[in-house]
């Protein structure tokens, strides 16, 4: 019981912090924290906020929903603004406390109807439950005798005569009368009048703490101020129309959500930002023309409805060109830009389903794409193998009977998991130099791999068939051998991939998932590519001691020993069937993919400091193979580590260049046997750089033995066991 109580604290603490870091957009503690204290300089208008909070989500947790939701704040931002609006525009009685509580209550039952009717477009609901609550109490509160509206003049003697016996009033409003450029002395302003103070200490510190909470929000969010800025002073309007009922704010909210946080920071985003800043300003001062005879305000409606149809506009293309959407919401836009650009370097280009070569040992490509022989217009994109030897013969002896080629009746394999689709077993072999063109394909097999995609393996030899229609096959099945039927002068293995599932469909270029090509007797590693005309291939020999110590088994425990400390780390699944590894020692989560060639990790949440970010850091990407002198490389994402004194520029010029980088490489340097080694042992090396000069290099070892991982640097070591 004690520990659901304190459960349910912990949720509803998280949920006012939370409530108020949404308000710039942001999930983070500190800085939650600092907005809801700024709040409270004011206590009516703070206590007003926090009250509003605090209904909600007692509400919505009562309700039954999500929990979620209420910890990150998405139910409670609205009601900030509707407790602090409420505050500051009547006076307190028993009348309003129950308007209040009714106002809240409507609030909240808005941003689920706005939320549920939005969702199905993936658009989000802004501050329209705030707006729209406050029209209505606007339109409403005449009615009611025993609500007390606060007039401007009692909000100048009254009110003020009030705040300035608080202790602190005076600290509060020290910057008051200082002398500031006329923009600037706006923005401030501006900023305050969020939480519906003209305090320029309060602004200032605003914009402090978002500069230092985020240089991306903090730029953006000053860009459509500014634009805002120019656009009344070219059209003649009052300036100080800036700094009221939340006028100039829908100017500093736009820049962040458009700029920052729904679209992922990039020029275009910046560009998208200016561009729209003065359609902004047309929406703002048209709704407000059009209901000034009603008595009520707009606040951030344009806000809302210009950053609502943007986004809806943006997510009807077929193509996200300039403009690309987050696909995890850090709430952090520098992680956002850094690790979007980290993973289009390393995946973007990346194959989603990986093929392997459909054969054992070494072949040769005879004839390649659009190969010039018969692989032709819509049927270009195939190759055919052979097996050829030292001198680059096909065959020995005379060359005149099929079982002289090197090729004829070795294994074909399925180059990746699926169902045999189709077989055709009724071609005889040709004799060398002879063709069925009646047959053209022979004897073939067509693989259903269940993403789209067939792959059709002919010319193969009759009878050989190891399966049947409708089985399931393994990556590296055997299923038939390679023969000479059809049209086939002479035995080879001819592969496509295809979009349908009839035998001799229309081809389509895919590479393969990894391969070696030989060069001067060495293996040349290939991914993502497709073998050229010519060269010698074969698949990745892999190394099973590598590949059992780096394997994504769900449940697998992990006993983690560094000088005197123990952990526990667990290998889980996410929801989307992410394979994850997960320290709960010190709250870290590092993200990875074991697809059978390669380890590698995709992402890492937690601290720098834990050796999951060692570990993460150090066998960042590995080959799982037994050949040594394979250079594997790759780029770590700039979220964790900065050259010193590098981080906060880098942080302003990320949308438009990354000129700090972090190489990282590894290479299997040892190896004690080949074919069933007991050790193996990789050597690591990360380089930072700064405008392309080398900053910093850091080198470790990676040493792999049954039942055990050692990570060695020149100041720590980590040793990985496991069951």
Same mark, same amino acid.
């Given at each position: 019981?004690?520990?659901?109580?304190?459960?349910?604290?912990?949720?509803?603490?998280?949920?006012?912090?939370?409530?108020?870091?949404?308000?710039?957009?942001?999930?983070?503690?500190?800085?939650?924290?600092?907005?809801?204290?700024?709040?409270?300089?004011?206590?009516?208008?703070?206590?007003?906020?926090?009250?509003?909070?605090?209904?909600?989500?007692?509400?919505?947790?009562?309700?039954?929903?999500?929990?979620?939701?209420?910890?990150?704040?998405?139910?409670?931002?609205?009601?900030?603004?509707?407790?602090?609006?409420?505050?500051?525009?009547?006076?307190?009685?028993?009348?309003?406390?129950?308007?209040?509580?009714?106002?809240?209550?409507?609030?909240?039952?808005?941003?689920?109807?706005?939320? @549920?009717?939005?969702?199905?477009?993936?658009?989000?609901? $802004?501050?329209?439950?705030?707006?729209?609550?406050?029209?209505?109490?606007?339109?409403?509160?005449?009615?009611?005798?025993?609500?007390?509206?606060?007039?401007?003049?009692?909000?100048?003697?009254?009110?003020?005569?009030?705040?300035?016996?608080?202790?602190?009033?005076?600290?509060?409003?020290?910057?008051?009368?200082?002398?500031?450029?006329?923009?600037?002395?706006?923005?401030?302003?501006?900023?305050?009048?969020?939480?519906?103070?003209?305090?320029?200490?309060?602004?200032?510190?605003?914009?402090?703490?978002?500069?230092?909470?985020?240089?991306?929000?903090?730029?953006?969010?000053?860009?459509?101020?500014?634009?805002?800025?120019? @656009?009344?002073?070219?059209?003649?309007?009052?300036?100080?129309?800036?700094?009221?009922?939340?006028?100039?704010?829908?100017?500093?909210?736009?820049?962040?959500?458009?700029?920052?946080?729904?679209?992922?920071?990039?020029?275009?985003?910046?560009?998208?930002?200016?561009?729209?800043?003065?359609?902004?300003?047309?929406?703002?001062?048209?709704?407000?023309?059009?209901?000034?005879?009603?008595?009520?305000?707009?606040?951030?409606?344009?806000?809302?409805?210009?950053?609502?149809?943007?986004?809806?506009?943006?997510?009807?293309?077929?193509?996200?060109?300039?403009?690309?959407?987050?696909?995890?919401?850090?709430? /952090?836009?520098?992680?956002?830009?850094?690790?979007?650009?980290?993973?289009?370097?390393?995946?973007?280009?990346?194959?989603?389903?990986?093929?392997?070569?459909?054969?054992?040992?070494?072949?040769?490509?005879?004839?390649?794409?659009?190969?010039?022989?018969?692989?032709?217009?819509?049927?270009?994109?195939?190759?055919?193998?052979?097996?050829?030897?030292?001198?680059?013969?096909?065959?020995?002896?005379?060359?005149?009977?099929?079982?002289?080629?090197?090729?004829?009746?070795?294994?074909? $394999?399925?180059?990746?998991?699926?169902?045999?689709?189709?077989?055709?077993?009724?071609?005889?072999?040709?004799?060398?130099?002879?063709?069925?063109?009646?047959?053209?394909?022979?004897?073939?097999?067509?693989?259903?791999?269940?993403?789209?995609?067939?792959?059709?393996?002919?010319?193969?030899?009759?009878?050989?068939?190891?399966?049947?229609?409708?089985?399931?096959?393994?990556?590296?099945?055997?299923?038939?051998?390679?023969?000479?039927?059809?049209?086939?002068?002479?035995?080879?293995?001819?592969?496509?991939?295809?979009?349908?599932?009839?035998?001799?469909?229309? @081809?389509?270029?895919?590479?393969?998932?990894?391969?070696?090509?030989?060069?001067?007797?060495?293996?040349?590693?290939?991914?993502?590519?497709?073998?050229?005309?010519?060269?010698?291939?074969?698949?990745?020999?892999?190394?099973?001691?590598?590949?059992?110590?780096?394997?994504?088994?769900?449940?697998? $425990?992990?006993?983690?020993?560094?000088?005197?400390?123990?952990?526990?780390?667990?290998?889980?699944?996410?929801?989307?069937?992410?394979?994850?590894?997960?320290?709960?020692?010190?709250?870290?989560?590092?993200?990875?993919? /074991?697809?059978?060639?390669?380890?590698?990790?995709?992402?890492?949440?937690?601290?720098?400091?834990?050796? $999951?970010?060692?570990?993460?850091?150090?066998?960042?990407?590995?080959?799982?193979?037994?050949?040594?002198?394979?250079?594997?490389?790759?780029?770590?994402?700039? @979220?964790?580590?900065?050259?010193?004194?590098?981080?906060?520029?880098?942080?302003?010029?990320?949308?438009?260049?990354?000129?700090?980088?972090?190489?990282?490489?590894?290479?299997?340097?040892?190896?004690?046997?080949?074919?069933?080694?007991?050790?193996?042992?990789?050597?690591?090396?990360?380089?930072?750089?700064?405008?392309?000069?080398?900053?910093?290099?850091?080198?470790?070892?990676?040493?792999?033995?049954?039942?055990?991982?050692?990570?060695?640097?020149?100041?720590?070591?980590?040793?990985?066991?496991?069951?």
């Amino acid at each position: 019981m004690g520990l659901q109580i304190q459960s349910i604290g912990k949720l509803h603490l998280n949920g006012v912090i939370h409530s108020y870091g949404q308000i710039f957009f942001s999930q983070h503690n500190a800085y939650g924290i600092l907005l809801l204290l700024l709040s409270m300089l004011d206590i009516r208008l703070g206590a007003g906020g926090v009250a509003a909070v605090v209904l909600t989500n007692l509400l919505a947790h009562l309700l039954g929903f999500s929990k979620a939701k209420i910890d990150s704040g998405l139910y409670g931002f609205n009601a900030v603004f509707i407790g602090i609006s409420m505050v500051f525009k009547f006076h307190f009685n028993l009348p309003f406390g129950i308007l209040f509580i009714l106002a809240v209550i409507l609030g909240f039952m808005l941003t689920i109807w706005f939320e @549920t009717m939005f969702a199905k477009h993936q658009i989000p609901i $802004l501050t329209l439950p705030f707006v729209f609550t406050l029209a209505l109490v606007d339109l409403s509160f005449n009615t009611f005798t025993y609500i007390i509206p606060i007039l401007p003049f009692e909000r100048f003697t009254v009110l003020l005569a009030e705040q300035m016996q608080v202790p602190w009033y005076d600290a509060v409003h020290v910057l008051d009368h200082l002398q500031l450029p006329q923009m600037l002395y706006y923005y401030l302003k501006t900023m305050a009048s969020i939480f519906f103070t003209d305090s320029i200490l309060v602004g200032a510190i605003l914009v402090i703490a978002l500069l230092y909470h985020s240089r991306i929000k903090s730029t953006v969010a000053f860009l459509g101020f500014f634009f805002a800025f120019v @656009t009344s002073k070219l059209m003649g309007v009052d300036i100080r129309e800036l700094t009221q009922d939340l006028a100039g704010v829908n100017y500093i909210f736009w820049g962040m959500a458009i700029g920052s946080f729904f679209i992922i920071p990039n020029s275009y985003s910046y560009l998208l930002v200016i561009g729209l800043t003065p359609v902004l300003f047309l929406f703002y001062t048209g709704i407000e023309n059009l209901i000034a005879d009603i008595g009520i305000s707009s606040y951030t409606l344009s806000f809302s409805l210009l950053s609502i149809l943007v986004l809806y506009i943006l997510k009807q293309r077929s193509n996200n060109r300039f403009f690309n959407f987050p696909y995890i919401q850090y709430y /952090n836009p520098e992680k956002t830009v850094y690790k979007n650009v980290n993973y289009m370097q390393r995946f973007g280009q990346g194959t989603l389903f990986k093929f392997q070569l459909p054969f054992l040992d070494k072949w040769t490509v005879s004839q390649g794409y659009d190969g010039g022989i018969t692989h032709l217009g819509e049927w270009g994109k195939a190759l055919d193998f052979v097996i050829t030897d030292e001198e680059g013969k096909s065959c020995f002896g005379q060359c005149a009977q099929r079982e002289e080629f090197y090729c004829y009746n070795k294994p074909v $394999l399925a180059p990746a998991d699926g169902y045999i689709y189709m077989i055709s077993n009724i071609t005889d072999d040709n004799a060398i130099d002879s063709i069925n063109t009646e047959k053209n394909w022979g004897n073939s097999i067509v693989i259903n791999h269940l993403n789209g995609l067939y792959t059709q393996m002919s010319h193969l030899k009759k009878d050989s068939f190891k399966v049947r229609i409708g089985d399931y096959v393994k990556k590296g099945t055997v299923v038939a051998a390679c023969g000479n039927s059809g049209r086939s002068p002479v035995p080879h293995l001819h592969f496509q991939v295809q979009l349908s599932p009839e035998i001799g469909a229309m @081809t389509h270029p895919y590479p393969f998932g990894y391969f070696f090509e030989e060069h001067d007797n060495k293996p040349l590693l290939r991914i993502g590519e497709t073998p050229r005309e010519g060269s010698i291939v074969y698949n990745v020999p892999i190394s099973s001691l590598a590949s059992e110590a780096l394997q994504a088994k769900p449940g697998r $425990l992990l006993r983690v020993k560094q000088e005197n400390e123990t952990w526990l780390w667990r290998i889980a699944t996410d929801a989307y069937n992410k394979t994850y590894i997960r320290c709960d020692k010190t709250g870290s989560t590092a993200y990875f993919e /074991n697809d059978g060639t390669l380890f590698y990790f995709t992402d890492f949440e937690g601290k720098k400091s834990s050796p $999951l970010y060692f570990f993460y850091r150090s066998c960042f990407k590995l080959l799982l193979s037994n050949e040594k002198g394979i250079t594997i490389k790759d780029w770590v994402p700039l @979220t964790k580590e900065h050259p010193v004194g590098t981080k906060w520029i880098q942080d302003f010029l990320a949308p438009f260049i990354l000129f700090t980088r972090i190489r990282y490489e590894s290479v299997l340097s040892e190896a004690d046997n080949f074919h069933y080694p007991e050790k193996i042992g990789y050597h690591i090396a990360t380089k930072t750089s700064f405008l392309h000069f080398v900053h910093q290099r850091k080198e470790a070892s990676v040493t792999i033995t049954r039942k055990k991982i050692e990570i060695n640097t020149q100041k720590r070591t980590l040793c990985i066991d496991w069951e």
